[in-house]
């Protein structure tokens, strides 16, 4: 649940982001993203800094007491003895007691800073705080994202509100955006090729793409279900969509109907523990033909 789509799906798709660490020879796109939603978390703020070691060094020696002044002979009275010699005076003071040599206690540990965003109660439109800013492909594919036309066109048309497709006659009450999806595939070495793309949270207050699983944006617990809608351009186009998990089971591959129909897809997600989710939704394709599909009222739901 803390991975991307990437590594939910077949085996021969190059993988970019495991276990939080990015795989050098992947690409990954910072685009399209958007700025974050206004409900974010406080920047935390920083401990103190380590305390300072206490002074090692030992005290001074007290000085040494001045010797008394020997007394002077008493003068000789007429008919009596001279007077008796003084005393000595004390001997010297006694040393000063050594300083204390410990260090001082250190300073408290700098504690993490958590800079999640908390998304909105149940249910949550997942276009919301995840973008689709986590691209992947074979290498040939990969090579091209930055060509124009790119392999991928993602447009959001919730923005561009059309008048026509399927983003055009939302189901009744979706919530989040409605995407549009053209894939172009690539001919590749061997003549394989696919592409896939995940949804990736923005950086909090910032708007880039993160892909550090700590910071991923907390989901209120008592989520029962996942859904998506889905539709095809014109019926039959090859793409599988991941939801929510890992496992196999969580990938659907619905057969797109024709005249551009909205079809529901439904994940459970009774007994399911989470906090903290990286990627809830992305889609892969081996496609060896143009297509184009969407993707819209995805949702993290409690009924």
Not at 70 to 76: D, I, K, L, P, V
Not at 123 to 147: C, I
Not at 240 to 265: E, H, I, M, R, S
Request: charge should be negative; charged fraction near 10%; include cysteine.
């Amino acid at each position: 649940m803390s991975q991307t789509h990437s590594s939910r799906f077949f085996n021969d798709a190059a993988v970019c982001f495991v276990g939080g660490v990015l795989a050098a020879s992947v690409a990954c796109s910072s685009s399209p993203y958007k700025a974050p939603p206004g409900t974010t978390g406080g920047a935390g703020t920083t401990v103190t800094s380590t305390g300072t070691a206490g002074t090692s060094a030992a005290g001074s020696a007290g000085s040494a007491g001045s010797a008394g002044s020997t007394g002077s002979a008493g003068s000789a009275g007429a008919g009596s003895t001279a007077g008796g010699t003084g005393t000595a005076g004390d001997s010297a003071g006694t040393t000063g007691a050594a300083g204390d040599s410990s260090a001082g206690a250190a300073g408290a540990s700098p504690a993490p800073v958590d800079r999640s965003i908390t998304t909105s109660a149940l249910p949550v439109a997942v276009t919301a705080y995840w973008y689709p800013s986590g691209w992947d492909g074979d290498p040939t594919t990969v090579s091209q994202f930055t060509a124009h036309p790119a392999p991928i066109t993602i447009e959001d048309q919730t923005t561009t509100k059309p008048t026509t497709g399927p983003c055009a006659h939302r189901v009744a009450g979706a919530i989040g955006d409605c995407f549009k999806i053209t894939y172009t595939p690539v001919a590749a070495d061997g003549g394989s090729t696919h592409a896939s793309v995940g949804l990736i949270p923005a950086i909090p207050n910032d708007g880039r793409p993160s892909f550090d699983p700590t910071v991923a944006p907390h989901v209120p617990a008592g989520a029962m279900k996942m859904t998506a809608q889905v539709a095809g351009d014109v019926g039959g186009e090859v793409v599988t969509f991941n939801l929510w998990g890992t496992d196999q089971n969580d990938l659907f591959t619905p057969t797109l109907p024709a005249g551009q129909a909205w079809q529901k897809l439904t994940l459970p997600l009774t007994g399911v523990t989470y906090d903290k989710v990286q990627s809830p939704f992305g889609w892969y394709s081996a496609s060896t033909t143009p297509i184009v599909f969407y993707y819209d009222d995805i949702r993290i739901n409690n009924n």
